[in-house]
């Protein structure tokens, strides 16, 4: 998700990229913390058969990453998906799908502050920290809070290497899986049943694919590499997912990675002693990294989202959002979004409950981006057969979000205690939302 300095790279540099660096920058986007938090719930619920569930997730999901192709290659302002609902559906449907994606920012925040704590338990357990979680919160909050009130260009430097260290895990595991590989590892019609069961989080480590169209123009030969660029980052991430997944269940096994997690993978490696050592330093760093990375971007990505919506004049109290600190950043903005998802992870400390709320939030914007290009192909008298996209993704998005509904809890009076924190986040955006009036209105 951590996609700002790139945005940055494309704003200053006019230089065309190559569509292999298209394909590693996208792969770059999407891979993040998710993978270390899925794969030990996915196993818990569909067993072998669980990093299956990374190739199912990505078939569910082609659809709307089609449709966000298709959006990248009509319009070509910036803004993402804030300017993709506005062009077809206007300007309460831009505000409505900037404020549900930062909506689902901040859950995914609170998810990965969890996850965080713990990962920080599993590997040092008994840590003062650990006893008391309110603190171990405030203090990533803080340092959310801390980083993103840097320059930008700090903030770039600082999260730059962190992009190239989160992959580390990964690659060590997947080099070393085949050293480990248990030739009694098989898989049961059960397991495969469960599936279904086991994509929630798959779901929400995807999240991020549509961010890989903010770099479309700069590709060589954009209007035929740019959509190869996207699916073969897409489908890159999908093929290193399901292989750290499948080497995680040799590795360590099936329980081990269930009541250890997937952070804590480099004490089951097929090494030496002192080569162990020093792998679990080094991974359990690169771990550390990731999450306070993905921390630090979740916070800039709906601050910067939140800042443009204000400056838009979308939203109301918009001297209040987009004053600046001396530095240039929106201080108000990222105070009330470093202590939002703070309070999120005290009321709901439940890493699924608050993936499934981010879930829902963000696919609630790739359906109000599915309908307007439903509307803007049909304004342009597009072919039968290329309406039946945003149709498909529409209903895709539909069942998506009602998935990730059922699966906030086992009964009805959870689920619908689940969606409190989201429906009231939603009506207090309906709060904010400012009408247009003669003399503030927005060009698109």
Request: aromatic share 12%; charged share 10%; net charge positive.
């Amino acid at each position: 998700m951590p996609t700002f300095w790139k945005d940055n790279i494309v704003e200053q540099d006019s230089e065309k990229i190559s569509l292999v660096t298209a394909v590693l920058m996208g792969i770059n986007v999407m891979v993040g913390v998710g993978i270390l938090i899925a794969p030990s719930v996915m196993a818990g619920i569909a067993g072998n058969a669980s990093f299956l569930a990374w190739g199912a997730v990505a078939l569910i999901l082609l659809p709307l990453l089609l449709g966000v192709v298709k959006l990248s290659q009509l319009i070509t302002k910036p803004g993402g998906l804030y300017v993709y609902c506005s062009e077809g559906l206007g300007r309460f449907a831009g505000f409505l799908g900037g404020y549900f994606s930062i909506v689902g920012y901040l859950a995914a925040q609170a998810a990965v502050f969890v996850a965080f704590y713990n990962a920080i338990a599993q590997m040092i357990p008994g840590n003062a920290l650990i006893i008391y979680p309110a603190v171990f919160f405030a203090i990533v909050a803080f340092n959310s809070y801390f980083i993103n009130m840097m320059r930008v260009k700090t903030i770039g430097n600082i999260l730059n290497p962190v992009t190239t260290i989160k992959l580390l895990p990964l690659l060590i595991l997947i080099a070393l899986f085949p050293f480990a590989l248990k030739s009694n590892f098989s898989i049961t019609s059960s397991e495969l049943m469960a599936i279904p069961q086991a994509l929630s989080l798959g779901i929400f480590s995807f999240f991020g694919f549509e961010a890989t169209c903010n770099i479309s123009h700069m590709i060589v030969d954009s209007k035929k590499n740019a959509p190869r660029a996207i699916l073969m980052a897409f489908f890159g991430t999908v093929t290193l997912y399901s292989l750290f997944h499948f080497g995680l269940l040799h590795v360590m096994g099936l329980d081990n990675l269930v009541i250890f997690k997937a952070s804590n993978f480099s004490q089951f490696l097929p090494l030496s002693a002192s080569l162990s050592a020093i792998a679990t330093k080094v991974i359990s760093l690169a771990v550390v990294f990731t999450f306070i990375g993905t921390t630090v971007a979740l916070i800039f990505i709906s601050t910067s989202l939140m800042f443009t919506m204000a400056d838009d004049r979308v939203v109301k109290y918009s001297d209040f959002f987009s004053k600046q600190s001396r530095l240039g950043r929106p201080g108000n903005i990222v105070m009330l979004f470093s202590v939002v998802p703070f309070a999120l992870v005290m009321l709901l400390p439940d890493v699924q409950v608050l993936a499934n709320i981010a879930n829902i939030g963000l696919l609630g914007v790739i359906l109000t981006a599915m309908t307007s290009l439903f509307i803007i192909q049909s304004k342009r008298r597009a072919s039968s057969y290329s309406m039946l996209l945003p149709i498909i993704a529409v209903i895709v998005s539909i069942c998506m979000m009602a998935y990730s509904f059922w699966h906030l809890g086992d009964t009805w009076t959870a689920r619908l205690i689940g969606i409190m924190p989201f429906a009231i986040l939603t009506v207090i955006g309906l709060f904010l939302y400012r009408p247009h009036t003669d003399v503030e209105k927005l060009e698109y």
